[in-house]
Structures are given as structure tokens and as C-alpha cells.
């Protein structure tokens, strides 16, 4: 998060070249994005697969449904964010001509008239919550560097008015978008390592015979 705010603060209309750079930056988290979706989605099949051999199948079965709600409590807040990544994209398409003041308005309609910024810092406070109250290994592993809604987010957005002028208000598109990836990446992450240390808890022994 703190990333996120030092970028935005540093690039924000300093230079003409600030929108390239926000551009690429967002197709660099997207390809982190996409990763980490990979690694989730192989690490969901391990854990079926541990369900299906008799010496794991107890405990991956009491491990998946977790692993699961993992999934779902992530998808709710990436769901929001892609959301309003479509609705900034349609912004543009469905507007012939655009200048820095109009993708400025756009995403003030988007996320302060709108109030999606609102329903965004909503999320992340629940969705903190949710992720560490599914299992006590969760907690352990991600309480102190689970970036969404951490103890310097909390601090630093006491309301959800200080979130919003910070990530969205007068912030051309490029800005805008570049911070949904940054968020939808911090929630991918939380997810991965969520899933990784309930897999961790299942010892699987591959014993190998010698004829």
C-alpha cells in the first residue's frame, strides 16, 4: 500500500511521460497478476489431489473447504475490482474525445459520486477479517504481512474519506488503473500465501523402495 501512495505521489502529473509510465507499471502487475492466479489455481488441485490418497485424504478434506472459502472471500473483492476497472474502460470507449480534466471526472464519477472508492476500503477491512479468521495457521503466517488493510493502512485511513482522496481523487486513468492492479495484486498475494500455509500443514512422504 505504502508503494502504492510514494508512486502516486511521485509521478502525479510531474512529467508528460507519466501516463506511459503508469501503463506500464499496470501491465507489469498484471502479469504478476496473472501468475499468481496460475499458482493459486495449482495450488486448489494439490490440495483435491490430497483428498483422493488415503493417507492425506482426512485432513485435505478438512483443509480444502478452507482453501475454498479462501477462494471465494478473494474473488468477492477482486470482483469489485475488476468492476471498476470495466467501468473506467467503458468511460473511455464510450467517450470520442478525452482530455486530462475529463479522465479526472471520470474517475470522479467512478469512485467518489459513485462511491465505489467507498465500498473498495469497505472491502479490504472486511476481507482482512475474513481471511484471518478461516484457520489459526492463516493468522500466524499472514497477520503481520498480509498487505491489504494492514496496521499502516488502518492508521493512515481512520475513514474511508482519507482512502479515497489519496487513491482517487484528481487522478487521470492511467493512475487509477495502475492502483486497482496494485490492489488486486496485494489480494492475490494474501490469497496464494492464505492457500500455501494450509497446504504446509499436510507432510506427504514419498517412499521409495529398493528391489
Same mark, same amino acid.
Given at each position: %500500500?505504502? =508503494?502504492?501512495? %510514494?508512486?502516486?505521489?511521485?509521478?502525479?502529473?510531474?512529467? @508528460?511521460?507519466?501516463?506511459?509510465?503508469?501503463?506500464?507499471?499496470?501491465?507489469?502487475?498484471?502479469?504478476?497478476?496473472?501468475?499468481?492466479?496460475?499458482? =493459486?489455481?495449482?495450488?486448489?488441485?494439490?490440495?483435491?489431489?490430497?483428498?483422493?490418497?488415503?493417507?492425506?485424504?482426512?485432513?485435505?478434506? %478438512?483443509?480444502?473447504?478452507?482453501?475454498?472459502?479462501?477462494?471465494?472471500?478473494?474473488?468477492?473483492?477482486?470482483?469489485? !475490482?475488476?468492476?471498476?476497472?470495466?467501468?473506467?474502460?467503458?468511460?473511455?470507449?464510450?467517450?470520442?474525445?478525452?482530455?486530462?480534466?475529463?479522465? @479526472?471526472?471520470?474517475?470522479?464519477?467512478?469512485? =467518489?459520486?459513485?462511491?465505489?472508492?467507498?465500498?473498495?476500503?469497505?472491502?479490504?477491512i472486511n476481507y482482512r477479517k475474513d481471511i484471518l479468521n478461516i484457520d489459526e495457521r492463516i493468522k500466524k503466517e499472514l497477520k503481520e504481512k498480509m498487505p491489504i488493510a494492514n496496521n499502516k493502512f488502518r492508521s493512515l485511513f481512520t475513514r474511508d474519506e482519507e482512502f479515497? @482522496? %489519496?487513491?482517487?481523487?484528481?487522478?487521470?486513468?492511467?493512475?487509477?488503473?495502475? !492502483?486497482?492492479?496494485?490492489?488486486?495484486?496485494?489480494?492475490?498475494?494474501?490469497?496464494?500465501?492464505? !492457500?500455501?500455509?494450509? @497446504?504446509?500443514? =499436510?507432510?506427504?512422504?514419498? !517412499?521409495?523402495?529398493?528391489?
Amino acid at each position: %500500500m505504502l =508503494i502504492s501512495v %510514494m508512486v502516486l505521489n511521485a509521478c502525479k502529473d510531474s512529467d @508528460k511521460n507519466s501516463s506511459l509510465i503508469f501503463e506500464e507499471l499496470n501491465e507489469s502487475l498484471e502479469r504478476s497478476n496473472e501468475s499468481l492466479n496460475q499458482e =493459486i489455481s495449482a495450488s486448489l488441485r494439490y490440495l483435491q489431489y490430497l483428498t483422493e490418497k488415503p493417507e492425506t485424504a482426512e485432513k485435505g478434506a %478438512m483443509l480444502l473447504p478452507k482453501a475454498k472459502l479462501v477462494e471465494s472471500y478473494s474473488l468477492k473483492v477482486t470482483g469489485l !475490482i475488476d468492476s471498476l476497472t470495466r467501468a473506467i474502460n467503458t468511460k473511455i470507449i464510450t467517450n470520442s474525445f478525452v482530455n486530462e480534466r475529463k479522465e @479526472k471526472n471520470f474517475i470522479s464519477d467512478i469512485f =467518489i459520486e459513485g462511491k465505489g472508492g467507498l465500498r473498495l476500503h469497505k472491502s479490504f477491512i472486511n476481507y482482512r477479517k475474513d481471511i484471518l479468521n478461516i484457520d489459526e495457521r492463516i493468522k500466524k503466517e499472514l497477520k503481520e504481512k498480509m498487505p491489504i488493510a494492514n496496521n499502516k493502512f488502518r492508521s493512515l485511513f481512520t475513514r474511508d474519506e482519507e482512502f479515497i @482522496k %489519496m487513491y482517487f481523487d484528481d487522478k487521470r486513468v492511467s493512475q487509477a488503473l495502475t !492502483i486497482l492492479s496494485k490492489f488486486k495484486n496485494d489480494v492475490l498475494f494474501t490469497e496464494h500465501q492464505a !492457500i500455501l500455509s494450509l @497446504k504446509a500443514s =499436510i507432510c506427504v512422504l514419498n !517412499i521409495m523402495y529398493d528391489n
